[in-house]
């Protein structure tokens, strides 16, 4: 039996794994025990590796819809027929009548996303979307404002804390170790989070209402102000805007914060204390879950401006500026600009920076408007947006619209059925190519790995860059394709990273980490328009925004829609992760499904009492958008008032609830958290 060392592959975590091989098939994977991320670990993801490779919904060969149902046709003709129709399409409507998605896979695997740019804009359109048009962008972006760069949380350094909307032991399995790691070597822990997670039992647990965590935070600078216990030195020399936060933060007393978040004045006074006059001090974030709120990036913001008055930037534990690994960048240059431009002009004008991806939100609306210009021909791969998209019936009412749909995936997805062609790529176990993390995210180490080929791809499914790169050259954008091989293209991207292939090759899991460098301001200050941290940030201001970040309570939330709330009186929360699933994935492997069997929606013994609901019953979530079904888990760990449903689940999909047109107006971001909500129940 042969033993690869190589990565997971399942989720941007990127674990160790050791993958043994026999007869040229995986038999079993064990996590790898000398990895520094996850020492032999896996999550319940991981452990099932092997069956969801050979799961029975993997997309054997490239097959397309003829009168409704699909059948098998050759790489050969799927790539010249799609080649043909998009000639005709570009020839009818222009270039920039190709979008194309990838999903959150598209952001984690390397290959996906720069040969999909690359086609997209060698073809000449700006769609390029992703999901960092609803996720994680935001975060990336508040900080930028306020320090002109994208300083990384370091948890392993810290010696306080906050996990902020974030449940690691479900979503970010081996940063759940360090913080625990941490915490029995003596950081003290904060949790804030609107349902009681397990974690919340190692330290102080506060729990708000849904949206208004901004409130806590600047209230928690009202404290530090108050009581003098900001970070003098480090405000005077580095920052900007003090004076202005300094008159904004009155305004937000723990006892207003207390009326707006329901958490107690004097709860919001001991963590505003701890956090201050610990030595470096960390707010963990939830990854995507605070951006997708009403005024996400102002919160993000808030939580930025804490972290710089408190002097925890660019020093151990707090957050820390990592040097990216640079991989090869395989973008051609388009000139026109992304959908959401004007819409979202701090998400795309900001700074020098402007991000290669439009507005996710802008995408479904303008498949359906056809304004500013009709989107006809749509690709989507990594991704399963027809259960993962917000706004579930705007998505389907946008794929009406269009001429050609291909949908690329190793799996048999519910968007994949709605497809003209379906393409099957292989897994990531299935090719050599690219893991690890180069921009630090999270775990504050830039590294990267060369991901070994365990197995062939099974069936006729091909490595996403193939696939791309075969449709380049039918199309006559054969010039942008010249590579051949796994291995070529995985050298061009390593080519500017600093490690070559031979490296890589040569250490036994094919490892290779980036230097970390404190108080690098010393050095390169920051790179705002004022060369400080902005905790005032006037070109947003310009923008249209305000230069501080306030409290902006959801849209729909009972205290801005009382008269929403006589109908639907409970705030809903949706896509809460667990460890079996990632996404609307591996529904169909038997030994995760058995562990979680179907969705469940949390609600609190009070709020259940109120419609006479019983645990373990089927009852409807609703709200203006729909309804879904699915059963009542009651627990007092929610609370009451709030219902928190899975996403990802196809039968109970909690899309169908949400309404595109409730955004984040600084982002763009569709917002997936604080609607307003309610249950029915559907026994006698
Ligand atoms: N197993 C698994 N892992 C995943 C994923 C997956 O699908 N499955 N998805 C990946 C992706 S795409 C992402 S973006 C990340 C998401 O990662 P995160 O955004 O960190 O999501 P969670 O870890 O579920 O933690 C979010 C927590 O926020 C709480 N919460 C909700 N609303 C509020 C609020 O208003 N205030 C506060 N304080 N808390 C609130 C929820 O109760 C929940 O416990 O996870 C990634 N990891
Ligand atoms: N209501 C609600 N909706 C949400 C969220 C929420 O919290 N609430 N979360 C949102 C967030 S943060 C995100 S990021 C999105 C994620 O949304 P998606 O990215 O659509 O999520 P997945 O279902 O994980 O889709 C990933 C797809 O990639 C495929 N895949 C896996 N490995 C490979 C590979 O190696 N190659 C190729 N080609 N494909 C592969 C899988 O089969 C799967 O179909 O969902 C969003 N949707
Ligand atoms: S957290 Fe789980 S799914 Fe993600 S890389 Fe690690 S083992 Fe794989
Ligand atoms: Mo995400």
Redesign the pocket.
């Known amino acids: 039996m042969e033993v690869i060392k190589t990565d997971c592959g399942l989720?941007?975590n990127s674990c160790g794994i050791d993958a043994y091989v026999e007869n040229g098939k995986l038999v079993k994977v064990e996590g790898t025990k000398e990895n520094w991320l996850n020492k032999g670990e896996l999550?319940e993801?991981g452990k099932h590796l092997v069956e969801g490779i050979y799961s029975p919904t993997r997309v054997k060969y490239p097959i397309k819809k003829v009168d409704g149902h699909f059948q098998r046709i050759s790489w050969d003709q799927a790539l010249s027929e799609i080649a043909a129709k998009l000639l005709e399409l570009k020839e009818k409507y222009g270039a920039r009548t190709l979008a194309t998605w990838t999903g959150?896979v598209g952001t984690e695997h390397f290959e996906m996303a720069a040969f999909n740019q690359r086609l997209a804009k060698a073809f000449g359109t700006p769609n390029f979307f992703n999901?960092e048009g609803i996720?994680?962008r935001t975060r990336i972006l508040a900080r930028q404002i306020t320090f002109g760069r994208y300083p990384v949380e370091e948890p392993r350094n810290a010696n306080c804390i906050i996990l902020?909307?974030?449940?690691?032991d479900?979503?970010?399995?081996p940063q759940a170790r360090i913080v625990r790691q941490r915490v029995r070597e003596g950081a003290k822990l904060i949790i804030?989070?609107?349902?009681r997670?397990p974690i919340a039992k190692e330290g102080i647990y506060l729990q708000?209402?849904?949206?208004?965590?901004g409130a806590i935070a600047l209230a928690m600078m009202n404290v530090i102000i108050a009581e003098k216990l900001w970070d003098k030195e480090f405000v005077d020399k580095w920052t900007t805007g003090f004076d202005r936060l300094v008159e904004l933060v009155k305004e937000y007393t723990p006892e207003k914060a207390e009326a707006i978040s329901g958490v107690a004045a004097s709860e919001i006074k001991r963590i505003a204390r701890i956090f201050a006059t610990t030595d470096s001090s960390c707010i963990l974030?939830?990854?995507?879950?605070?951006h997708q709120?009403t005024n996400g990036l102002q919160m993000e913001r808030a939580f930025a401006i804490l972290m710089a008055i408190t002097g925890n930037i660019d020093r151990p534990g707090g957050w820390v500026t990592c040097p990216q690994i640079r991989l090869a960048d395989l973008r051609v240059p388009v000139e026109e600009k992304n959908l959401g431009y004007e819409e979202y002009p701090v998400f795309h004008q900001f700074g020098k920076r402007t991000p290669p991806y439009g507005s996710a939100s802008m995408m479904t609306e303008t498949m359906i408007t056809e304004k500013p210009y009709p989107i006809k021909a749509f690709f989507s791969s990594g991704s399963n947006p027809a259960v993962t998209f917000p706004d579930t019936k705007k998505f389907l009412e946008a794929l009406e619209n269009l001429e050609l749909f291909v949908c690329i995936d190793p799996y048999m997805t519910e968007t994949a059925e709605l497809a003209d062609y379906v393409l099957p790529s292989c897994t990531s176990l299935e090719e050599t190519g690219i893991g690890g993390f180069p921009y630090a995210i999270s775990f504050c180490v830039p590294y990267i790995l060369l991901r070994k080929k365990v197995i062939e791809p099974l069936y006729e499914s091909k490595p996403i860059w193939k696939i791309w790169s075969d449709l380049g050259h039918k199309i006559g954008l054969g010039e942008y394709f010249p590579w051949k091989t796994d291995e070529e293209v995985a050298e061009h991207f390593f080519s500017t990273s600093g490690v070559t292939m031979q490296q890589l090759k040569e250490n036994p899991e094919g490892v290779y980490f980036g230097k970390k460098e404190y108080e690098i301001y010393d050095k390169i200050g920051f790179s705002t328009d004022s060369k400080k941290i902005e905790l005032y940030s006037a070109r947003m201001e310009q923008l249209g925004f305000p230069g501080i970040p306030t409290h902006v309570e959801p849209q729909q939330s009972p205290a801005a829609n009382p008269e929403l709330a006589l109908q639907y009186p409970e705030i809903l929360?949706t896509?809460?992760?667990?460890?079996?699933?990632?996404?609307a994935q591996m529904r169909d492997v038997p030994g995760l499904r058995a562990r979680i069997p179907e969705a469940e929606a949390e609600i609190n013994p009070l709020t259940a009492k109120k419609y006479n609901i019983i645990n373990g019953e089927m009852i409807g979530v609703e709200t203006p958008r729909g309804m879904i079904k699915l059963k009542a888990n009651v627990t007092d760990d929610i609370r009451h008032g709030v219902v928190?449903v899975p996403?990802?689940w196809a039968a109970a999909n909690c899309n169908i609830l949400l309404d595109a047109k409730l955004r984040d107006d600084v982002s763009g971001y569709i917002t997936m958290?604080?609607h307003a909500c309610r249950l029915v129940k559907l026994t006698a």
């Open positions: 989720c941007i999550c993801k959150s999901p996720c994680f902020w909307g974030h449940n690691p479900e979503s970010y399995f804030i989070d609107v349902r997670i708000p209402r849904p949206g208004t965590d974030e939830g990854v995507g879950h605070l709120y929360l896509g809460a992760r667990r460890q079996e699933y990632i996404g928190s996403h990802g958290r604080g």
